[in-house]
């Protein structure tokens, strides 16, 4: 159950007026989800989801509804926020912030195929390029700097093996982030999650990226490697599947050709993306917050994903 805070059609009666959509004639809790509460939301004009943030601020959301609007308007495939009659994208419900976006059509794709892979590659790819103008800036709050503050908070609670990799790792990515290819990635703004969970489907066809809510200004990188990490392995073993991988990585590449700094980043930077996946969910098991993770994630899936990367030379960027 993702639904923190209750809402019924008859909240929505006045509430709605301020949007240009008609009345609201059906609303739905969506069960899924872990961080805010969804409903599925049609009025008269269509189908749209409602969120009520149940973590962040109203100082916060804009970066991520306006990267939302900006990516949209650039016929990327993302959900466009409504605005209301005074051009605000996040408006308060029952005194939090919320905002009405559209609806994709289709479904998560849990069980990739290359086709798949490649299509996710090719529209992160479009995603990059079409984030080059937006004004913004905020970084990934999920970066080195939250990785440095949450490193102390859960050594306490490994064991001597883990500690020694979490500090390792650590020391590592520390001097890569100092090095003159990472100076060199191209960089701007990344969705920072792009789990299978966080791409819609018909088929083989891709039908929307959605959940920005970790986005923010970082490598483009960075980004490709937290997407291969999750779409391109087999679950059990972290193991990278060379045929998913491929695909994916040749995709972006003719959509927008990788350069030599980040080819000669890559598998320092596979590492860094399971780093910050094992470090959240670290934190998330550990030192859990209120209306948040109702079942925590598995952090040894990116332990093993982390080794393993370490163990086994990355597949090539691109070719030639
Ligand atoms: N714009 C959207 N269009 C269609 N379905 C959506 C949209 N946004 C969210 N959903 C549905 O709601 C579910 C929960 O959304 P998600 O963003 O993952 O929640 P949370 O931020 O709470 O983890 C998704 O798995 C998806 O099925
Ligand atoms: N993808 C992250 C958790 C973030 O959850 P989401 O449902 O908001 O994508 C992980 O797997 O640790």
């Not at 301020?18 to 939301?41: C, D, R, T």
């Not at 939250?146 to 490994?158: A, D, I, M, R």
């Amino acid at each position: 159950m993702a639904v923190f805070t209750a809402v019924g059609l008859g909240d929505l009666t006045q509430w709605i007026k301020q949007f240009p959509l008609g009345n609201a004639v059906a609303l739905k809790g969506i069960a899924s989800g872990i961080e805010n509460s969804n409903f599925f939301l049609t009025t008269e004009r269509g189908e749209y989801v409602l969120t009520i943030f149940e973590n962040l601020g109203f100082d916060q959301l804009p970066f991520y509804l306006k990267l939302m609007r900006h990516l949209a308007e650039r016929g990327i495939p993302v959900p466009a926020p409504v605005a209301n009659d005074q051009g605000e994208l996040v408006v308060a419900l029952h005194g939090k912030p919320a905002s009405i976006v559209s609806k994709l059509e289709g479904s998560s794709q849990m069980a990739p195929q290359p086709a798949h892979c490649a299509a996710v590659g090719a529209m992160l790819a479009r995603m990059h390029l079409a984030g080059r103008d937006f004004p913004m800036e905020q970084p990934n709050l999920r970066g080195l700097g939250w990785w440095n503050e949450t490193t102390p908070k859960v050594l306490p609670f490994l064991t001597a093996a883990n500690d020694h990799l979490l500090r390792a790792e650590m020391h590592f990515q520390e001097a890569f982030a100092g090095s003159a290819h990472y100076c060199a990635l191209p960089h701007g703004p990344v969705h920072a999650d792009l789990f299978r969970n966080n791409v819609m489907f018909v088929g083989t066809r891709l039908t929307g990226f959605f959940d920005f809510y970790f986005a923010g200004c970082d490598t483009w990188l960075f980004d490709v490697a937290v997407t291969l990490n999750d779409w391109c392995i087999d679950l059990d073993t972290g193991v990278i599947d060379q045929a998913r991988a491929r695909a994916m990585l040749d995709a972006y590449h003719a959509e927008r050709p990788f350069t030599e700094d980040e080819r000669a980043s890559w598998q320092q930077m596979l590492r860094a993306a399971a780093l910050r996946f094992w470090l959240s969910r670290l934190y998330d098991l550990h030192l859990p917050r209120e209306a948040e993770l109702l079942t925590p994630h598995d952090p040894s899936h990116f332990e093993r994903i982390l080794r393993e990367r370490i163990a086994t030379p990355a597949p090539e960027l691109f070719h030639g």
